[in-house]
């Protein structure tokens, strides 16, 4: 088990440092410099020039980079070129907390959401239930979050107020829980279809193993049979969707946040991938990095500790 | 004596004909039990009229469009709302709104189809080799998979997008580069599989080499959960460039993509809301009808995906 843990902890490094190689080359191949954005006031070569070496990049790409990752590792992610005099350290602890809040709650959404629509189903399979779980499992999952976004804001902010009178959401913002609601369900709708998809499927599974139908020999109620017998084994390879579900709804935050103007580092993500501002594509994509794999290992550590029968080695 | 002998050989051979008869009409009778427990799936049939009837609009645009994509019609028109001689109204600019979503279906169709087959071309070589030869190529092979997976793919495909710039043709490789990982992984899985197969081992005793081996034995073996995976996976294309055009480093105007129409009317969106209810439903419905498809192909073919 802590040789498992060791190992994991161990093989992140080169994964961040070959994520970190990846993204350096990538953002330095691009074309155009950071300081001459299209359609600003044309600087002298000189000035470009002078601006270059003030950040250290007439320097060769290694010795940047190795700088760069040096830096970084003491926790300084360099100046912000969009937004000069400030860190992009700081700008990412002040629109992160806004991203992980949104994040948290879309996944609480999913989890509760999409467990209770895979129960439901899996309890009356085949049943009226059964194909309206379905149905807006398939909905959900294949309306892309950016889409859904706007047709809950077409929905609930112009035409149902339009019809009843009652104007309860605006159009964007994040100022009180009231804006919270839109965009919650917009980016946890998708994972909320996976796990109820898969939550259904291993219920299905369990139901027809042979503890269950002992269960249910010995007089059990069904209730207690479902929750007890089924539920508790059902959801232990849900936990493993975790993973790829954090991922989604990472990405799934830059058009969130887009949609509804949230000031979260999605949005100020998207703003810099187009002003070309290397220092913060850098910083998101490392952190974004970083945060993966932690819960990628949390996420195996916590499968081996909630099922027996998998041994960590 | 003889002529048992002859009637035995003859029944061996009437035997050996009837299975010659027999082989090609049953492979036939594989697919045509998939098709037939495929059109008795109510939804995959929806999924597939929806689908055939996007690739008409796409394919005939320019003849049913009434504007050209990029046609401004009158500047008194701008932001107009639907009625009957703009059924989707007109748009910022002063263009049909209705023609540009049936060029917009040219380009999420072509960007679904492009880049599946960019996938395949880079996964079937790749993935049969680290299936059939393990070793090192394999090692190379998931490293590679370690890699990609530690980046979000639509994070990736920003920054190669950011990187070669906006277009049509950036965005094929975009998808490409980063979603071939996937299909290599599964075809290495169906490979590792099949290798072992007695037919393989007969087939490599009886003096085959491995490239015979993979094309006539293994890939044929492996198409069906290939044809599924390549279905889900054009789905995910055209939502990526719709996302990739909605925040506007994807098909930039006057090229029409649903996504970069969504975008785009996001903006006016407390003024009108036609500009981007139309192509918001597009890409919605063209997502659910290939969700359909798929779900109906998995269920007909009999695939277990490890989703």
Do not use: C
């Amino acid at each position: 088990m802590l040789s498992f843990v060791i190992r994991r902890v161990l093989w992140f490094i080169p994964t961040i440092l070959m994520v970190s190689i990846v993204t350096f080359l990538l953002i330095h191949a691009t074309p155009g410099s950071p300081f001459q954005p299209e359609g600003a006031n044309n600087l002298r070569p000189e000035d470009i020039e002078r601006i270059e070496k003030q950040y250290g990049l007439d320097k060769p790409l290694p010795v940047q980079y190795a700088n760069y990752i040096w830096k970084a590792m003491q926790g300084d992610f360099g100046e912000s070129y969009q937004r000069r005099s400030q860190q992009v350290g700081d700008i990412i602890s002040r629109t992160f907390p806004t991203s992980f809040h949104l994040g948290v709650m879309a996944l609480t959404f999913a989890a509760v959401g999409g467990v209770i629509l895979g129960v439901l189903a899996a309890v009356n399979q085949n049943g009226p239930m059964d194909y309206f779980s379905v149905t807006l499992a398939v909905l959900f999952y294949s309306v892309p979050n950016f889409v859904l976004a706007i047709l809950l804001i077409l929905a609930f902010v112009f035409w149902i107020p339009g019809w009843t009178g009652l104007d309860f959401f605006n159009v964007g913002g994040w100022e009180s829980p009231r804006d919270w609601i839109l965009p919650t369900i917009a980016l946890g709708a998708g994972p909320l279809a996976i796990i109820a998809r898969y939550t259904r499927s291993s219920m299905i599974d369990v139901i027809r193993s042979d503890y269950v139908r002992t269960a249910r020999a010995k007089g059990l109620a069904e209730r207690k049979v479902i929750v007890k017998h089924v539920l508790k084994n059902a959801l232990i390879p849900v936990v493993t969707l975790l993973g790829p579900l954090l991922a989604a709804l990472a990405t799934g935050s830059f058009f969130v946040e887009q949609v509804f103007a949230i000031p979260g580092m999605g949005k100020f993500f998207i703003e810099s991938m187009r002003a070309k501002d290397q220092p913060m594509i850098l910083a998101v994509v490392l952190l974004y990095g970083v945060f993966l794999a932690i819960m990628n290992l949390l996420v195996d550590l916590a499968y081996g500790a909630i099922d027996p029968r998998i041994r960590l080695n | 004596m003889a002529t048992s002998e002859r009637n035995e050989q003859v029944s061996q051979a009437q035997l050996l004909a009837e299975a010659a008869e027999a082989a090609p009409s049953r492979q036939a009778s594989l697919w045509g039990d998939a098709w037939r427990r495929l059109i008795r799936n109510r939804l995959a049939v929806i999924g597939m009229v929806i689908v055939v009837m996007l690739v008409l609009l796409a394919v005939f645009a320019p003849l049913l469009a009434p504007y050209g994509e990029g046609e401004v019609i009158h500047e008194s028109l701008v932001l107009a709302k639907p009625s009957w001689y703009f059924p989707m109204g007109v748009d910022q600019n002063g263009r049909d709104v209705f023609s540009r979503m049936l060029y917009g279906a040219r380009v999420s169709l072509l960007v679904g189809v492009v880049a599946q087959l960019i996938v395949l071309a880079i996964a079937l070589p790749v993935g049969s080799v680290a299936g059939y030869f393990g070793g090192r190529v394999d090692n190379y092979l998931m490293r590679a998979v370690d890699v990609v997976y530690a980046i979000p793919q639509l994070l990736l495909v920003l920054l190669i997008v950011n990187l070669r710039g906006p277009g049509i043709a950036n965005i094929f490789l975009a998808i490409g580069l980063t979603g071939w990982v996937t299909m290599a992984r599964l075809i290495r899985g169906q490979m590792l599989m099949i290798r072992e197969q007695e037919y393989v081992k007969a087939s490599r005793v009886a003096g085959a080499g491995p490239l015979y081996i993979i094309v006539r034995h293994m890939l044929p073996n492996s198409m069906t959960p290939i044809i599924v995976a390549l279905t889900f996976g054009i789905p995910v294309a055209i939502f990526i460039e719709a996302a990739l055009s909605f925040v506007g480093v994807g098909i930039r105007p006057p090229q029409a993509s649903w996504g970069q129409m969504v975008g785009i009317g996001q903006q006016y969106i407390r003024s009108v809301q036609h500009l981007m209810l139309f192509p918001s439903l597009a890409i919605a419905l063209t997502m659910l009808a290939f969700t359909f498809l798929g779900d109906g192909l998995r269920d007909a073919l009999d695939v277990r995906l490890n989703d």
